[in-house]
């Protein structure tokens, strides 16, 4: 089946990655930007890095016949420094036109902090005035329910966002309610030990339906699995659902979701 990965950090992985997820029928990947596994010194560093994200990464991708989509921001580990991700925003409008950005991500908190936020909702507002869809990364484990909760009293008092425009990612049993209640798409996660794994997402499947939800790997340093989504599809046929459920959370939903056609 042809499936979408809509959150995969592809700098992290090998080309033999790429020809891998295009044999299990992957055609596109999107790529939100992130921590580097290391804190970067300067505004320059970040300039390099949407370069990779905007021009080397779609060539990698299209010598398998991948397309590769990309979201620009300073994730929430480096927001912490408050100068530094200032001068990241006021640069990123050099990038947004360029042909694979889908918008501004993964933006979000990592342990809840004053400064996490204030960058978040600096995001936000870049967000809203050009016009961009956001991209949401939700804290891990123990700090992730009150994070979810954070992100979304920020999202909610500030009445000129299109939930149908924003993507809370990495939710779980405990937050997927909250996220999908308030009108937001929501990204479940597949990963081999924390997180989802491709059992608990058909689980939350089944009980809440497949508006709104998306599936991905993530495929980043840590312990991933770039292939989880056709593993969430074979848990899917092996449970008996059918071809038009599966392919709705693993092509129509992100379709839908990034506006292509
Ligand atoms: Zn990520």
Request: charged residues 25%.
């Amino acid at each position: 089946m042809q499936y979408i990965d809509p959150h995969i950090h592809m700098v992290s992985r090998t080309t033999d990655d790429y020809e891998t997820l295009a044999k299990m029928g992957c055609v596109a990947v999107s790529e939100p930007a992130f921590w580097a596994g290391f804190d970067r010194g300067s505004v320059e560093s970040f300039r390099d890095y949407f370069r990779q994200l905007t021009e080397f990464e779609p060539g990698r991708a299209a010598s398998y016949g991948i397309d590769h989509y990309t979201w620009l921001c300073i994730n929430a580990k480096e927001a912490e420094n408050v100068q530094l991700s200032r001068e990241v925003l006021a640069m990123i409008p050099e990038f947004l036109d360029r042909p694979n950005v889908l918008g501004i991500g993964e933006i979000g908190l990592n342990k809840n902090t004053k400064n996490e936020s204030i960058i978040f909702l600096e995001h936000v507002e870049l967000a809203i005035q050009h016009q961009q869809p956001i991209l949401i990364h939700t804290p891990h484990l123990e700090d992730k329910y009150q994070g979810t909760r954070m992100i979304l009293d920020m999202l909610c008092s500030d009445r000129r966002l299109d939930c149908s425009r924003v993507l809370v990612d990495h939710v779980e049993e405990h937050t997927v309610r909250p996220v999908l209640e308030t009108g937001f798409w929501a990204g479940m996660t597949l990963y081999p030990i924390t997180k989802c794994t491709p059992q608990r997402a058909a689980d939350i499947v089944e009980r809440y339906g497949p508006e709104r939800l998306l599936v991905n790997s993530a495929g980043d340093w840590g312990p991933s699995k770039p292939t989880a989504v056709p593993d969430f599809i074979l848990e899917m046929r092996l449970r008996g659902h059918s071809q038009s459920l599966i392919r709705k959370i693993v092509w129509d939903n992100p379709r839908e979701f990034f506006g292509l056609d």
